[in-house]
């Protein structure tokens, strides 16, 4: 197989644009979304895992760099977590890379590093290829299962032919992962190059599905740049928003700190980006300041009732997800501190 000149030529385009596609995310196009920059991290960690598995297979055991070997396989332990966020910050439309998701990269990728100085592949090439490349594995398949949880609410509208382009990009997007993912599960046992084709193949198929979707800037585009095309009718706006303001304030959901746009979308069963929408257009707030608003209001009938509460127990209460967020808001709302708003009332 290492002979075969067509297959190393169909893997390696493979591999080549697959740089260029992440590069071009990574470095060109991301327009300030999270969503593309992890789009582009997800893309190179493959294209460096499926160039691994390439120059194994093309090259002479005892030519072999053991450094690109290590990249390779290091890479690998990376890509389930980029595909995970990368749903998730398409799903929830988000604006700003979240501190914790940082901090998993961030983790992740010391872990894979301080591993690869304690124990470097040139030395310790039986743990890299036994115990540790199955523990690799083991977190990308969390990962996976953890993006097919993502998806959860998705599926279902493939199921009924309702998903959109956005939706049924997202599910190729992880079909091809799952793809890539159970080829090498395979390769660790038999045809260990079944990788890197399958690779090649979705790559391919997804860029062929991209291109031939007529609304395919809802991928890669905010969907406030689309709104202009087609405005939420005034009657069905205010019968949403009535629902809407209905939904939370009865059951108090501005005060669970970790609810979604998706989470409020379908309780009204509506798109994520149609509540975002909806919410631009007709109140000029985005659903972080929307639900900010109420989380406000709250706080501030606490801190005239309530005084034996510390100022950030009711901050928590109202449903700020830490202090500093709760004393930034109110006071670019307020136009005071909580503390001095309270003082008026003592």
Known sequence: MSDNPILFFICALGVFNGFLVALYFLFFNRKGRVQNLLFGLLVLFLSMRIGKSLYVIFTPREERNIALIQIGLSACFL??????????????????????????????SVFIIGVGVVFPYQTNGSFWNTFFVYFIYAVWGIYLLLSAYVLKDVFP????????????????????????????IVGLFYLYFIGTI???????????????????????????????????????????????????????????????????????????????????DNLGKSFAAYMNSYRIEEAKRMLKENQEFTLEAIGFESGFSSKSNFYATFKKEVGQTPSQFQKQFL
Request: hydrophobic share 45%; no cysteine; aromatic share 14%.
């Open 79 to 108: 890509i389930g977590a980029s595909l995970y966020y990368y749903l998730r910050s398409s799903l929830e439309q988000t604006k700003v890379f979240p501190k914790n998701w940082k901090a998993a990269f961030i983790i992740l």
């Open 157 to 184: 509208k493939l199921i009924a032919k309702k998903a959109t382009t956005f939706d049924l990009w997202l599910i190729g997007v992880f079909i091809s992962n799952l793809l890539i993912f159970t080829a090498y």
């Open 198 to 280: 399958t690779f090649s193949i979705v790559f391919y198929a997804l860029l062929i599905f991209f291109l031939s979707k007529k609304k395919r800037e809802d991928i890669f585009e905010d969907i406030p740049e689309k709104y202009a095309e087609k405005k939420i009718a005034a009657s069905e706006a205010d019968s949403l928003l009535i629902e809407l303001k209905k939904l939370i304030e009865k059951n108090d959901l501005y005060k669970n700190t970790s609810i979604k746009i998706s989470d409020i979308a379908k309780e009204i069963d509506i798109t994520p980006h149609k509540l975002s929408q909806l919410l631009n």
